[in-house]
């Protein structure tokens, strides 16, 4: 599925307003190289249904193995394996004599120190590795599991690692054991331990897809092999919002356009966002927070949310979401699955023209029945417009006034809203006050 990167940046996939981004949520990885190889799988999502079926039985795979999953592989044994490969030590034999050993250990204590810290942190590291790929074998012959376990036993199994991991705790304090091992993985396995390294960081980057599925309570979506669009959600939920509020919503090839009214603060944004995310969720194999959740393969997701003008260029609001508009066009001009998102249809002009550009926009969109259309508008007189089209469906979210105070279920009901609370907000602030005091 295709995401440019206005829409990365709408939907907050890798940067959000404070630290919130949905790659912040799924970063419980344990090494840097984890962290980096889960930041590259986050920018392409898959392009078929096999490949997010895979993924997903790859998660489940992984979360089995999650209560024997190694611990001793931490950042800090990463980065001492690697530093060493960089780190200068007096030459010594690979098969030291006993005397030379003694020799060693008093008179380049330092250096041997370090070389016995560092070989004990590989070997955990290996153990760890090769500990996983015994769990991993486990699952079926064409998993991608089981291609990784073959993957790490091929190199630990080899004769003289396979050694090297049989060594008792009391051999790996032997001064002849820690100087052989210390100069053949330096000068040997450097580039079979490099392999383990970046295999481990996806493996890595896998894991925390499992365990963030678990710590978030995803559930895994269920793909639909149809030639239109289609996407049915209940009890979605904005994944970046703690205790959010549940929508549900059916989006298909007969009512495949959603008109969204409210309120400003009732939930638009949010729940545009919130089918976005989800949608962007389930195309990288993993779960989404919302009680069931069915779609179509999708060739791309667009969004139109937060447009800004461009000084430098010399480019206004208006003249960037034109530019934006355009190229949703000519997406959906090639008859493939597209979910559209716009948020607040042309409001970076003036009322009338807002209102002409919003119609005819919304009834050329609403002609593509090859692809799934989400907007929202604060000029609710353009609702009995959008109204003579069957496939555009009309909902919005409930605003309650009280003495100037307000309150919002941010559930979606049928029909067109015309709350205006702008100036019931600029009063309840103290605004009209401080400005009758003038």
Not at 242 to 257: D, I, M, R
Not at 310 to 326: A, T
Not at 331 to 345: A, G, P, S
Request: with cysteine; hydrophobic share 40%; proline share 3%.
């Amino acid at each position: 599925m295709q995401l440019d990167a206005v829409t990365i940046k709408d939907l907050d996939i890798f940067t959000g307003e404070g630290t919130s981004s949905v790659y912040q949520y799924l970063n419980l990885t344990t090494t840097n190289q984890g962290a980096e190889a889960l930041y590259q799988f986050l920018q392409k999502p898959f392009t078929s249904i096999a490949a997010i079926q895979q993924q997903q039985q790859l998660l489940q795979a992984i979360h089995q193995a999650l209560p024997v999953w190694p611990t001793a592989i931490t950042n800090g044994t990463v980065m001492v394996i690697e530093k060493y490969f960089e780190t200068y030590f007096e030459n010594y034999a690979p098969h030291p004599s006993a005397l030379a050993v003694a020799w060693y250990q008093l008179v380049h204590k330092g250096d041997y120190s370090l070389i016995q810290y560092s070989v004990e942190h590989c070997w955990q590291f290996v153990n760890g590795l090769h500990t996983l790929a015994q769990v991993l074998e486990k699952e079926p012959n064409q998993s991608k599991a089981h291609q990784w376990s073959q993957q790490v036993l091929t190199i630990t199994q080899s004769t003289h690692m396979e050694a090297f991991l049989q060594a008792t705790p009391a051999q790996r304090k032997n001064g002849y054991w820690v100087l052989h091992y210390g100069h053949t993985i330096k000068n040997n396995w450097r580039n079979k331990l490099q392999q383990c390294i970046q295999l481990f960081a996806y493996i890595d980057a896998m894991c925390s897809l499992a365990k963030a599925q678990v710590k978030y309570s995803l559930t895994l979506p269920t793909f639909l092999d149809e030639p239109l669009p289609y996407i049915q959600a209940q009890n979605l939920q904005h994944f970046l919002l703690p205790n959010a509020v549940g929508c549900s919503v059916e989006l298909s090839p007969q009512k495949n356009f959603l008109f969204l009214t409210g309120a400003n603060m009732a939930g638009k944004s949010t729940f545009i966002k919130s089918l976005g995310i989800a949608v962007y969720l389930a195309h990288i194999g993993l779960g989404v927070p919302a009680k069931h959740f069915r779609l179509t393969l999708f060739e791309g997701l667009l969004s139109n949310i937060h447009v800004a003008d461009d000084l430098q260029r010399g480019e206004s609001y208006f003249f960037n979401e034109v530019q934006r508009i355009k190229k949703i066009v000519s997406r959906v001009q090639n008859q493939h699955k597209w979910l559209i998102l716009i948020d607040e249809i042309f409001k970076g002009t003036n009322v009338q023209d807002a209102m002409k550009c919003s119609t005819s926009v919304i009834e050329g969109l609403q002609k593509k029945s090859s692809s799934l259309f989400v907007t929202s508008s604060h000029l609710y007189e353009i609702a009995s417009f959008v109204q003579q089209f069957p496939n555009i469906q009309c909902k919005y979210f409930e605003t309650f006034v009280n003495n100037d105070q307000f309150s919002f279920s941010y559930q979606l009901k049928d029909g067109v809203s015309n709350d205006r609370i702008g100036y019931s907000i600029l009063k309840r602030e103290g605004v009209v006050n401080l400005l009758n005091e003038l």
